[in-house]
């Protein structure tokens, strides 16, 4: 074999163990191993090479594949929309990937509005209160959405709507939202035990007097941001030390959707900034880094720790043709950015956008709202 032919055999073989993600190796073995790594990692290895940022950011569905394969957990988003002439919002299931279309979830047998709350524990939604017909209701709705259905859960004690929900280290917390004289306003349900029942949560009389707009939990405590002034319960505290104020600096800055990843609490304000609130100085600092790649307001924007990702999640607009008005009147874009933020050690918050994509809802009508927007881990697989 002469030398031509022998470098032409060598290249060949090259480019059968060499790959373009890491050198030496094939890129199904490449692949295997990317998909090992927490999706927290995918921002940074976006920058490793115009490959790796193609596999994470353009084309993700050989990573999907390969997590499948692993049986692998990725973070989804649960997302419902209120139609204009609907009291009761329609739920969706998305893979918070770019180019990946919404999967249309069944309707909870309770068809309760929007004024319920939302509370995610496992691989499991918690639909909690809200009204029919105008009538606060007690039901407790369960979406499973590995399997796409819905089941119901033991009725609340007291009728709510607009309640703080929270689950936290395996129990589900409820406050607010009912009759403020009710020895039920808040209380508890152990998400470990199939026959478990709601339990009442003593709280101060004087702090029932409120109305929940927002709630979250950050450093172990139930935290709900209300009309008069937040509260904080601690469930490790004693009853009569579990319940308090919220500090003032966190209430002035945080008045309703928000969202904690790394410990930090995340909200976006009416000036259209995002901002986090570190318990740990007791300060909010502004996200910089933001100002050119995010529009200045972001309409009906909501807030969801998405594998450890800061998504903002906002109603947006239709940049292209329709093709009449009746399907410009039949459809619904919806906009979201994931966020790596980093801590300096002064505190300063710095963000980049990692990921940013438009989902178009062809079948809902022009208008419709965000009303719930929720993580949670699911197998791909598993729907």
């Not at 290895?45 to 940022?53: D, I, K, N, T």
């Not at 990937?97 to 069944?106: A, D, E, F, N």
């Not at 807030?303 to 043709?321: D, Q, S, T």
């Amino acid at each position: 074999m002469g030398g031509g032919a022998r470098r032409a055999t060598s290249a060949a073989a090259s480019d059968v163990t060499r790959g373009s993600l890491i050198p030496a190796l094939p890129d199904d073995l490449a692949i295997h191993c990317i998909a090992l790594l927490p999706r927290a990692a995918h921002p940074s290895l976006a920058l490793v090479s115009r490959a790796f940022h193609a596999l994470l950011c353009r084309d993700p569905d050989p990573l999907l594949a390969a997590r499948r394969r692993l049986r692998l957990s990725d973070p989804h988003i649960i997302l419902s929309l209120r139609p204009p002439a609907s009291a009761s919002p329609l739920f969706f299931l998305l893979l918070p990937h770019p180019g990946w279309p919404p999967l249309p979830l069944p309707p909870p047998p309770v068809p309760v509005s929007s004024s319920s709350s939302v509370a995610v524990d496992g691989n499991r939604m918690f639909l909690v209160g809200g009204t029919v017909s105008g009538v606060p209701s007690p039901s407790v709705q369960i979406l499973d959405p590995r399997t796409r259905s819905w089941s119901i859960g033991p009725r609340l004690s007291s009728t709510r709507e607009f309640a703080a929900a929270v689950a936290l280290s395996g129990v589900l917390f409820v406050a607010g939202g009912c009759v403020p004289s009710s020895p039920f306003w808040a209380e508890s349900l152990n998400l470990s035990s199939p026959d478990s029942k709601w339990s009442p949560v003593p709280s101060p009389p004087h702090f029932r007097e409120k109305w929940m707009h927002g709630s979250a939990s950050l450093a172990g405590k139930v935290l709900a941001v209300a009309d008069r002034g937040g509260l904080a319960y601690d469930p490790a505290a004693p009853p009569s030390e579990a319940w308090a104020p919220v500090s003032p600096i966190l209430d002035m800055g945080w008045k309703g959707r928000a969202a904690v990843v790394g410990g930090i609490l995340y909200s976006y304000d009416y000036l259209g900034q995002v901002k986090g609130y570190d318990p740990d100085t007791d300060c909010w600092s502004k996200v910089e880094g933001l100002g050119q790649e995010l529009p200045k307001f972001l309409c009906g924007a909501t807030l969801a720790n998405v594998g450890e990702l800061l998504y903002l999640v906002w109603e947006g607009k239709w940049k292209g043709k329709a093709k009449g008005k009746g399907e410009a009147r039949s459809m619904v874009v919806i906009d979201w950015a994931a966020i790596a933020v980093t801590k300096a050690k002064e505190g300063r918050l710095t963000g980049k956008v990692v990921s940013r994509d438009t989902i178009v809802f062809k079948d809902m009508p022009k208008g419709s709202a965000i009303t719930h927007c929720i993580a949670l881990e699911l197998a791909a697989a598993q729907y």
